[in-house]
């Protein structure tokens, strides 16, 4: 089938170039003439892990294409789907649909001949009705089908996440043809035995929002679990491992921390919560989430502080990780961006080091010195702190960190390294939700 993507972000480029990758026919359009240029040339506009090797491999089978003319590449396509950001809205926390709508409008007055719209970015209920709208004002007599099909990747596994998915959804208002050349889209995942959810339009968008809030809720309250552990003398992890072990509840995402951030999190449930608003229903659950995150992120760097003896003015903090996860650059609402400004207003100098964000984080803490690797940054500091869980920094030579430092204090914000065996290094040790707080 000939697929067209509309925007080459991170959804779009992956989700294009998988579906290259089974196969299908695909044009991928962005109006970035830079980006589709540098995506040409062999260079990825995001990080992710295998993302490179599957975009040259299917570029140069002939399946996967870039162009900045929409019109040409959305001529003869089955489906084109829109997968532009959908950021907050200033003002109201609301998600920004201009993009969307923009991208629905040109799609439309370029087609010639029947088509499938699909809203792959994420959207707030009634998206496809608005879509639907604007296609059939633009060409009534033209049969366009809209159908929400929400994306569930995470960003570091996003192609085993699209290749193997949990589920995929797609909402549909009962067309006939839509489900038809949906089912076909998504048939090589049959292999896999991929479930394929039809649902209501409305449904599916409503999906994507509360698989987000639910997973966001699980990793605050064992955050505000881990509070409550420092303060009654209990350890997180144990707590942690004792409820994820009852499949009532689950492991995944009860890992304490410094907070959520990233592209999606944030941004979907503030959406979420403002939906809830619009239609008299409050998400009262969410709402809290919310505002508990936000809060903890700058939390943190008290906790730093506090670590250093409750002064940082002018003392050094080496940071470790800056992405609000591993595997990616990305540094959109990263917890990185809130202890930064919390030291620097204790008056610490800060140096990082990031195997990956360093080039995306520098313009946004233009006062924090980047360096080349972790012994580099903590040559000379007061504080060590472990921020992003990358690989690189899961086996580290603590004695040689802690001989390098002016004080040897290390502030495990992922509880990466057992307090035993970073004190038996030299260090003095503040975690997350348990002892050696």
């Not at 040409?40 to 506009?45: A, V």
């Not at 907070?259 to 503030?270: A, E």
């Not at 290390?410 to 970073?422: F, G, M, T």
């Amino acid at each position: 089938m000939k697929i067209t993507m509309i925007g080459t972000g991170y959804v779009g480029l992956v989700s294009g170039a998988c579906f290259a990758d089974f196969g299908h026919d695909v044009v991928c359009v962005d109006k970035d003439a830079d980006k589709i240029a540098a995506i040409e040339s062999g260079k990825m506009p995001i990080f992710e892990p295998g993302l490179d090797q599957l975009v040259g491999s299917n570029a140069a089978a002939g399946r996967l294409t870039f162009t900045t003319d929409l019109a040409a590449g959305v001529k003869g396509a089955d489906a084109i789907f829109i997968a532009v950001g959908t950021p907050s809205r200033r003002g109201d926390g609301h998600a920004d649909l201009s993009y969307v709508y923009a991208a629905a409008t040109e799609i439309v007055e370029a087609l010639d001949a029947p088509a499938v719209i699909v809203t792959k970015s994420t959207v707030p209920v009634g998206t496809g009705d608005e879509v639907e709208r604007i296609a059939r004002d633009l060409k009534p007599d033209l049969d366009i089908q809209v159908v929400s099909n929400p994306e569930f990747l995470r960003e570091g596994a996003a192609i085993g996440d699209f290749k193997r998915p949990d589920r995929v959804v797609v909402g549909t208002t009962g067309s006939d043809r839509a489900i038809a050349v949906m089912r076909q889209i998504y048939r090589p995942l049959s292999l896999n035995q991929a479930p394929l959810m039809f649902t209501g339009r409305r449904t599916a968008e409503l999906i994507k929002y509360a698989a987000n809030a639910f997973l966001a809720t699980k990793i605050t309250f064992i955050n505000e679990m881990a509070d409550l552990c420092e303060a009654v003398g209990a350890e997180v992890q144990d707590v942690s491992r004792g409820i994820g072990l009852d499949n009532r509840i689950g492991s995944k995402f009860l890992h304490a921390g410094p907070g959520y951030g990233g592209s999606c999190f944030p941004k979907d449930t503030l959406a979420l919560v403002k939906t809830g608003q619009d239609y008299d229903t409050p998400i009262r659950i969410v709402e809290t989430v919310v505002q508990v995150n936000d809060l903890r992120k700058r939390a943190m760097g008290r906790k730093i502080v506090k670590a250093l003896g409750g002064d940082a003015r002018g003392k050094t903090v080496a940071l470790l990780g800056l992405t609000f996860k591993p595997n990616t650059d990305d540094m959109r609402d990263a917890p990185s961006l809130a202890i930064v400004l919390a030291l620097e207003d204790a008056g610490a100098k800060v140096v990082a080091y990031d195997p990956e964000g360093m080039d995306v984080a520098a313009p946004m803490m233009p006062g924090v010195t980047m360096v080349r690797d972790a012994y580099e940054a903590a040559a000379g500091a007061d504080a060590l702190v472990l921020v992003t869980e990358w690989d690189a920094f899961r086996a580290l030579d603590l004695k040689r960190l802690a001989a390098s430092m002016v004080q040897p204090v290390l502030v495990d914000l992922r509880n990466i390294y057992p307090v035993a065996e970073a004190t038996e290094a030299g260090f003095t040790v503040s975690r997350v939700g348990g002892t050696g707080n």
